[in-house]
């Protein structure tokens, strides 16, 4: 994807967070209290304890952080509550998605988005298979910056056989929505796979053949998926034809747990509309993630081919943790493509982190 580079209708938006951000602060719940000497020292503290260096240090945040910072002086303090989800739970309550025919996933103890909280209602199709619905991760390049994405893919497989079917659909870059890929050779073939405790060990015929960066998110890629898959694994030993893989950049000799999202995972995923999927306006429009200030601006475009920005809003998730937020945008019938972007904190600039395709019926 390329960024747009465009900053044209995005002045509303942006006084629109702030004014928005602001009342939301101003007409919170307030306690009176005795300013205390150290008060002004504490939510000084509290704000560096959320907020990374680079981003406290951006002058919209500091807007807000000194009107907070003058009511604590005037006697009250306004605590600016992010949410009742604990850290550990950003999926605390999520709803059967019907594009997938799955029900969205929990966090595992992680903090990752990994399994469904139920599996889709398996299909027996004979021979002891059945058909059941899988989570599946791919590779999308953002801004020069490789990161993980994921799918549910529908696949036939016996119980025992259900890691190896996620990673056959992951090895055959069959991803649905067009900007995701793999850098696995389609030809990778799985030899086995086996679990000791909470540690797989799957055995490749191949191996990708990239770039440092590349190559360490596309393991991650598997280790993510195989996880995913199987709750019970918490680490993947990898092996290519029995013995270590034949990497030049990295030593991948120890199984591997799952990176931290922050470092891996796509920082905004739109959750719904899924990819290809056909709605009723109004279209509600689900994104899960992190964003500068928790901010994350949708666009709608249209047109024969979607340069036509038809609708925009934003929505509010997180910073520095993931979290989820939906909005409904009203559209005529028609298809569309709904992008999520983030703005760079260095620079301003809006970064497009996630797109997709959807019909309005």
């Given at each position: 994807m390329t960024p747009p580079s465009e900053r044209d209708g995005m002045h509303h938006i942006q006084d629109d967070v702030l004014e928005s951000r602001?009342?939301?602060?101003?007409?919170?719940?307030?306690?009176?209290v005795e300013p205390s000497g150290d008060g002004l020292g504490r939510i000084r503290a509290g704000i560096e304890e959320q907020r990374p260096d680079v981003w406290w240090r951006?002058?919209?945040?500091?807007?807000?952080?000194?009107?907070?910072?003058?009511l604590a002086v005037g006697g009250a303090a306004v605590a600016l509550n992010q949410g009742d989800d604990d850290k550990g739970s950003v999926f605390a309550?999520?709803?059967?998605?019907?594009?997938?025919?799955?029900?969205?996933?929990?966090?595992?103890?992680?903090?990752?988005?990994?399994?469904?909280?139920?599996s889709a209602p398996s299909t027996t199709t004979g021979g002891?298979?059945?058909r059941v619905t899988v989570p599946v991760y791919y590779l999308q390049d953002v801004d020069g910056d490789i990161r993980l994405y994921r799918e549910f893919h529908p696949v036939t497989t016996t119980p025992q056989g259900?890691?190896?079917?996620?990673?056959?659909?992951?090895?055959?870059?069959?991803?649905?929505?067009?900007?995701?890929?793999?850098?696995?050779?389609?030809?990778?073939?799985?030899?086995?796979?086996?679990?000791?405790?909470g540690t797989a060990t799957v055995d490749l015929s191949t191996f990708p053949s990239v770039g440092s960066d590349a190559e360490t998110k596309s393991?991650?890629?598997?280790?993510?998926?195989?996880?995913?898959?199987?709750?019970?694994?918490?680490?993947?030993?990898?092996?290519?034809?029995?013995?270590?893989?034949?990497?030049?950049?990295?030593?991948?000799?120890?199984?591997?747990?799952?990176?931290?999202?922050?470092?891996?995972?796509?920082?905004?995923w739109i959750l719904k509309p899924t990819q290809g999927a056909k709605s009723e306006s109004p279209v509600k429009v689900t994104v899960?993630?992190?964003a500068y200030e928790g901010n994350?601006?949708?666009?709608?475009?249209?047109?024969?081919?979607?340069?036509?920005?038809?609708?925009?809003?934003?929505?509010?998730?997180?910073?520095?943790?993931?979290?989820?937020?939906?909005?409904?945008?009203?559209?005529?019938?028609?298809?569309?493509?709904?992008?999520?972007?983030d703005e760079n904190a260095e620079n301003g600039e809006l970064i497009e982190r996630d797109g997709k395709t959807f019909t309005v019926r």
């Open positions: 602001l009342r939301r602060a101003l007409s919170a719940e307030a306690t009176m951006r002058p919209a945040f500091a807007l807000v952080a000194a009107a907070l910072i003058g309550k999520r709803t059967d998605d019907p594009d997938t025919s799955t029900t969205e996933p929990t966090t595992d103890p992680s903090g990752s988005p990994s399994t469904p909280t139920t002891g298979t059945s259900t890691v190896n079917a996620a990673l056959r659909e992951m090895f055959g870059d069959r991803a649905v929505d067009p900007d995701y890929s793999s850098a696995w050779p389609a030809d990778t073939k799985v030899l086995s796979v086996s679990r000791s405790g393991v991650q890629q598997l280790v993510y998926t195989v996880t995913a898959t199987d709750k019970n694994v918490k680490k993947v030993r990898l092996l290519v034809n029995g013995e270590t893989p034949p990497s030049g950049v990295s030593d991948w000799s120890q199984p591997q747990s799952r990176a931290p999202m922050l470092d891996v995972q796509g920082l905004i899960y993630g992190t994350v601006i949708l666009k709608v475009y249209g047109g024969g081919s979607f340069d036509q920005e038809v609708a925009s809003t934003f929505v509010t998730t997180a910073m520095g943790e993931f979290r989820e937020a939906s909005t409904t945008i009203s559209l005529d019938p028609g298809t569309y493509e709904v992008r999520a972007f």
